[in-house]
Nanobody, 124 residues
Framework: QVQLVESGGGLVQAGDSLRLSCAASGGTFGTYAMGWFRQAPGKDREFVAAISGSGANTDYANSVKGRFTISRDNAKNTASLQMNSLKSEDTAVYSC?????????????????WGQGTQVTVSS
């Protein structure tokens, strides 16, 4: 099972950008679809973005479409989430996840490996 470690969270102002990274180890990274999810206090975990094993296909939640970009570097075993034009409602703990299939899914239960999460706080 792949192990995941996120980095890059922090406190920013509305309108700023932030880039999250997810480092993977312990598996053949290119065979895993990757996803980013977030959970705000008092709310359920929600899908943010996903990318297929090859990187050819991506999917985004409507709330982040056009502002966030998911990418991956299979040679470096990393996935990233570039977040632009951040809003206060983007404040949450962001977690990367991997599923043992190269095909995209958007539900948390489809992902078997999770990172510990990184806090993103956007002040208005």
């Amino acid at each position: 099972q792949v192990q995941l470690v996120e980095s890059g969270g922090g406190l920013v102002q509305a309108g700023d950008s932030l880039r999250l990274s997810c480092a993977a180890s312990g598996g053949t990274f290119g065979t895993y679809a990757m996803g980013w999810f977030r959970q705000a206090p008092g709310k359920d975990r929600e899908f943010v973005a996903a990318i297929s094993g090859s990187g050819a296909n991506t999917d985004y939640a409507n709330s982040v479409k056009g502002r966030f970009t998911i990418s991956r570097d299979n040679a470096k075993n990393t996935a990233s989430l570039q977040m632009n034009s951040l809003k206060s409602e983007d404040t949450a703990v962001y977690s990367c996840a991997a599923r043992a299939s190269s095909f995209i899914r958007t539900t948390p239960t489809a992902f078997g490996s999770w990172g510990q999460g990184t806090q993103v706080t956007v002040s208005s």
